[in-house]
């Protein structure tokens, strides 16, 4: 097994609403993320979660809010969201870091649409 | 400044034709080189990865090169198909860190016509 598996597939959500997105590893990774990714543009990374703590934060607002409940699932909570946060959030996991050379795993993405 | 270029930005060939996507990072540290495809609309999937002392790696039609000397890379694509249009990324990983950031390129749009 080597999905990332990611939920919901597409959400749309207003500026005054609250919702999250989900992900889900059983590869025994122990390095989880989360990529947003603009039409036509590379992802650009977001946060990354190792052993399921906090490591790095790209200055992303406030307004996402990341969760690690367990070494299988990553969050991401979603609030008071502009137009412009329109984009397809991209999970990922590998089982180490990247200088490591594993495979970081992608899943098939969120498409976020903010109304 | 740690940066990855990708020609062409795109390319359309025929069907059975073969092609070369280059790459060209500034990235230093150096740890790895990986090349991706995307799809439209979906994630993308690992092809390559390679690092420092490897010079050459396959993966099916697929054949990544590497010069760490001139920094750059190329991805082969031999008798393409109509399911290899995507878009390729070139992605490098830096050393130096514990965790080693990775810096995309813009990536190659294929297009493989009939």
């Known amino acids: 097994d080597t999905e990332v598996t990611q939920t919901p597939k597409h959400l749309v959500m207003g500026m005054t609403n609250k919702k999250s997105l989900k992900c889900e590893q059983h590869?025994?990774?122990?390095?989880m993320y989360w990529y947003k990714q603009k039409a036509k543009k590379p992802p650009e990374l977001m946060f990354v979660y190792s052993y399921e703590k906090l490591s790095i934060n790209e200055s992303v607002p406030s307004r996402f809010s990341p969760e690690c409940p367990n070494s299988s699932l990553l969050n991401l909570h979603l609030h008071a969201l502009q137009p412009e946060d329109s984009a397809l959030y991209l999970c990922?996991?590998?089982?180490?870091?990247?200088?490591?050379?594993?495979?970081?795993?992608f899943g098939e993405g969120s498409w976020l649409t903010v109304v | 400044k740690n940066q990855v270029e990708q020609s062409p930005q795109s390319l359309i060939i025929l069907e059975g034709k073969n092609c070369t996507l280059q790459c060209n990072y500034t990235v230093s540290p150096f740890s790895n080189l990986r090349w991706y495809k995307q799809d439209t609309g979906r994630g993308p999937v690992s092809l390559t990865i390679m690092t420092f002392s490897e010079n050459t790696k396959s993966n099916g039609r697929y054949t990544a090169t590497l010069d760490a000397d001139t920094k750059q890379s190329s991805l082969h694509i031999t008798a393409s198909q109509l399911s290899d249009s995507a878009s390729y990324i070139c992605?490098?990983?830096?050393?130096?860190?514990?965790?080693?950031?990775?810096?995309f390129g813009q990536g190659t749009i294929l297009t493989v016509h009939p």
């Open positions: 992605v490098v990983c830096r050393g130096g860190t514990s965790y080693g950031k990775l810096t």
């Open positions: 590869m025994g990774h122990r390095a």
């Open positions: 990922a996991s590998s089982l180490e870091s990247p200088r490591s050379g594993n495979t970081i795993y």
